[in-house]
């Protein structure tokens, strides 16, 4: 799964994967996300990053699988869709 965001300073995009190779700072104006909690945001983007491709690859399978059932796709993606949008606020409130 490639995450990709939008650097609040600069307004490049960048992708998750850059940002776990740099240790936590914008690849364009290389200065840190999250100065105080570096750390805490590099793991949690590392686990963000490695529990989608884990998600991707089983629901993948589940599909080439035709199983005699229908998964609710709102249930899957209504807890992760909500906490996105508090990203997309919090950003807005920034401004
Ligand atoms: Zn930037």
């Given at each position: 799964m490639?995450?990709?965001?939008t650097?609040?300073?600069?307004?490049?995009?960048f992708?998750?994967?850059?940002?776990?190779?740099?240790?936590?700072?914008?690849?364009?104006?290389?200065?840190?996300?999250?100065?105080?909690y570096?750390?805490?945001?590099?793991?949690?983007?590392?686990?963000a990053?490695?529990?989608?491709?884990?998600?991707?690859?089983?629901?993948?399978k589940?599909?080439?699988?035709e199983p005699?059932?229908?998964?609710?796709?709102?249930?899957v993606?209504?807890?992760?869709?909500?906490?996105l949008?508090?990203?997309?606020?919090v950003?807005?409130?920034?401004r």
């Amino acid at each position: 799964m490639k995450i990709k965001g939008t650097c609040h300073r600069c307004g490049r995009d960048f992708l998750v994967e850059q940002i776990l190779q740099n240790g936590g700072v914008c690849p364009w104006d290389g200065k840190p996300f999250q100065p105080n909690y570096a750390v805490v945001l590099v793991d949690a983007l590392r686990d963000a990053e490695n529990a989608g491709n884990t998600l991707e690859n089983a629901l993948e399978k589940l599909a080439d699988l035709e199983p005699e059932f229908v998964l609710h796709a709102d249930t899957v993606l209504d807890a992760q869709r909500r906490d996105l949008e508090r990203l997309e606020r919090v950003h807005g409130e920034s401004r």
